[in-house]
């Protein structure tokens, strides 16, 4: 290299002292073409030949001249303090060129800016989002325009009180508990609290069984407790069971059927005469 001939002869652009002088020694030193380093600091060619040249005035403003050069002197080794404090001195100084405007911020490295694309980019995605917002809020939130409108006050009162499960429409069945059997020899059995047996046999389809009122604590054991219909007073309440399983110890009284949900429909009390206790 020969680089202090070169810094010795008089240059048409710079001396040795000035900061575009300095990165041009630094990049030769390197072995480096203006080409390479454009391509590595993605600084354009022309600006990196006007920063050598200690042109500053070509560059759009200082903030670039600075930047520039802050980026161009990490790219060849230097102090980027230095050097940048050194480009200061030259804009202060007016050695940059007359047509070089103070910037009001200085960047980082205006090449590390975000490109226009990007700036677009961001916007389109807060507009989604806004309509995104918008778009729940009206769906959702505001009265009357979502797929499921918000009631008056007044149709809520009055669907509550016409649901059927408001107020009770209906009062608790009593009377005489009747058990139809509904399939061909059901055996079963009922007893009272002490264990008493009050009938234990065999029914068949047809068969009815009316539990006696003065019983105390009649309970059922069976089988087949889906095989029986139930009715209270004449009306009827919801099977002891609906599986294929052995039930035992089930009350049967009026009051305890009468606690289970009552079914939809009232049936006729059973006629048949019932089957004497044993």
């Known amino acids: 290299m020969e680089d202090n001939e070169t810094v010795d002869e008089p240059a048409p652009a710079a001396s040795a002292e000035t900061a575009g002088a300095r990165l041009r020694a630094a990049r030769e030193a390197a072995g480096y073409e203006v080409e390479q380093v454009a391509a590595e600091t993605r600084i354009p060619h022309r600006h990196l030949v006007s920063i050598e040249a200690d042109d500053f005035a070509a560059l759009p403003s200082r903030t670039y001249a600075i930047g520039f050069s802050r980026t161009y002197a990490r790219a060849v080794g230097l102090d980027e303090q230095e050097v940048i404090g050194q480009v200061r001195q030259q804009l202060a100084s007016g050695d940059g060129g007359e047509r070089m405007a103070p910037a009001k911020f200085e960047p980082g490295d205006p090449a590390r800016v975000p490109g226009r694309g990007l700036a677009w980019f961001g916007l389109i995605a807060a507009l989604l989002l806004v309509g995104g917002i918008f778009a729940f809020y009206r769906s959702y939130l505001a009265p009357g325009l979502g797929p499921a409108p918000l009631q008056d006050e007044t149709e809520q009162v009055a669907a509550v009180e016409a649901s059927p499960t408001a107020t009770p429409t209906q009062a608790a069945p009593s ?43 009649p309970q059922i054991r069976t089988g087949r407790p889906y095989a029986f219909t139930i009715t209270v007073g004449g009306r009827s309440v919801p099977k002891i069971s609906e599986e294929d399983e052995v039930v035992s110890d089930v009350p049967v009284d009026a009051e305890s059927l009468a606690q289970r949900t009552a079914a939809p429909a009232a049936e006729p009390a059973a006629t048949a005469t019932s089957t004497p206790a044993t």
């Open 175 to 217: 009377g005489p508990v009747v058990f139809t059997n509904g399939m061909e020899g059901t055996w079963v059995r009922f007893y009272d609290g002490e264990g008493e047996t009050l009938f234990e046999g065999i029914m068949a389809e047809g068969d009815t069984y009316t539990v006696p009122e003065d019983a105390s604590e």
